[in-house]
């Protein structure tokens, strides 16, 4: 389970744990932040964007993180994404692989070649320069969906155009198929953060002072935040809603903060950057938890506490959030898995471990559960059958 899906679902004991621990609940730390957030203009996503709001955040928080170190100029999470499209033998599956495999390499290149995060230059480059690295994560973006959701990858851009013409597929015309509102929403949010606080913050530091995508000692619940630096941990949000902090926000920093067990990033600060209002909000952790009403005001007990909770068997988080997801769409259909069974696997840290450690039994098991056909997951889970029709079949799309 990911700390967002057990943030959002009321029932898991880790939404329950942190409801009770944080009595003030989020309008203390709502109202400091309204009073930090002076912003002028909102940048809004063009008509091109529609659905795609999700995935140009995804790249605007990664264009950020580079701008910060370029340790890791492509994301492990895209790499993963672009080991799974190759999973099936087919022609369209072969070049999705292919075409990822040249895509790393560009990106790689461009990263260090424009000295992203060399202090001596400004956040920004040339506008074309911008344009091009755009379309190049807007790209990854796509891929890093394979990994997270076979079924939502399926409907990419970047799949229907290799499953019409797997023989006209290659980067070229793949870097060709991001709107180009999309790529001006990206650039846009991009000069916002270089006129910005997050600029300032930027300048003050070193990249070796940075950490892209810190993860936590723990695999019983999947979380990265977006950067630690130099003991502040931050979040990047890319929505237009700039005026509003919403409690699942708050808890989220509260779980990131509390899953650093080891104190790897130092954290002593928590903060929030929203790209469209170029808002940087921060807060020292004592203020930040006195703000939230924490019951225990001392990191180690509190980190303590949440580890025992931590402990649970996985299979009580599903189960609640089964539970919970049955009542949301009001569907009579029966539990996934019975109280001496075990959960489906899931796409958590222990998958993404067993990706980066080579464990080839895990990596056979989670690929079984993200590509087998849609309309089997169907019959067991309705909700995918209303959402996506019982008769779609994801490999017949790429055979």
Known sequence: MSLTSGIHCPRTPLRRFLDRELSAGAHPLRRSFRARERSSQVLMPGPGVG??????????????????????????VVRL??????????????????????????????????????????????????????????????YQVSYRTSI????????????????????????????????????????????SPLNDLRTRTRPEDCTPTPTFPTDRIAADADLAVDGLLLDFKSTRYTRTLRQAEAWQLTGYLLLDTDDRYRIDTVGLYLSRSGTLASWPVEEYLYLLGACRREIPAFRAAFTELLEVDAASFIGDLHNHLRQQF??????????????????????QQAHANGDDALKSQHLQHCHRPVHARASRYPCIAAATGSGYNLDQDFS
């Open 51 to 76: 659905t795609e709001a999700g995935n140009v955040g995804t790249v605007i928080d990664y264009r950020l993180r580079v701008a910060f170190t370029a340790a890791e100029p492509v994301d492990h």
């Open 152 to 195: 939502g990858f399926a409907f990419t851009p970047l799949a229907i155009a290799a499953r019409e013409d797997p023989g006209a597929f290659t980067l070229d015309r793949l870097l060709q198929l991001p709107h180009r509102d999309m790529v001006a929403d990206v650039v846009a949010q991009l000069y916002k953060a270089a006129d």
């Open 330 to 351: 009001v569907l009579p259909y029966p539990s996934p898995f019975t109280s001496d069974s075990h959960p489906p696997p899931l796409a958590g840290n222990e998958d």
């Open 81 to 142: 994404g672009i080991l799974l499209t190759g999973s099936y033998e087919s022609d369209a599956r072969q070049r999705l692989r292919d075409v990822g495999e040249e895509l790393i390499e560009r990106l790689q290149e461009t990263v260090l070649r424009l000295q992203l995060d060399n202090r001596e230059l400004p956040m920004d480059r040339a506008h074309d320069e911008e344009e091009d690295l755009a379309r190049l994560l807007i790209a990854a973006a796509w």
